[in-house]
């Protein structure tokens, strides 16, 4: 099995930054493009960045230029630090990793980070 883990949520002030990590563990033997997604109160989930193996990033038009998503392959880690956070992006913020185990392949999803931004 595979497990997806976030961490780093939290409140912040408008303009302040925080930076959201997510773990993949278990029965893991490759993971391709990893992204993030966020789902606003009562609204639908939206993806908000894809970043592939090889680092090749996108980003979805509203947090480009204030969010910036990393991993690190050696950890099975991505990560996505928020800058000039905006009342706009409060959401539960939630990963998601193409995974290769040993038996198939599949999209796996973590449980979701809350992030509160304040006015």
């Known amino acids: 099995q595979v497990q997806l883990v976030e961490s780093g949520g939290g409140l912040v002030q408008a303009g302040g930054s925080l930076r959201l990590s997510c773990a993949a563990s278990?029965?893991?033997?490759?993971?391709?493009?990893m992204g993030w997604y966020r789902q606003a109160p009562g609204k639908q989930r939206e993806w908000v960045a894809t970043?592939?193996?090889?680092?090749?990033?996108n980003y979805t038009d509203p947090v480009k230029g204030r969010f910036t998503a990393s991993r690190d392959n050696a950890k099975n880690t991505v990560y996505l630090q928020m800058d000039s956070l905006e009342p706009e992006d409060t959401a539960v913020y939630y990963c998601?990793?193409?995974?290769?185990?040993?038996?198939?392949?599949?999209?796996?999803w973590g449980k979701g980070a809350l992030v509160t931004v304040s006015s």
């Open positions: 998601k990793a193409e995974v290769t185990d040993l038996f198939s392949g599949g999209d796996y």
């Open positions: 970043i592939r193996s090889g680092g090749r990033t």
């Open positions: 278990g029965s893991i033997y490759k993971i391709g493009a």
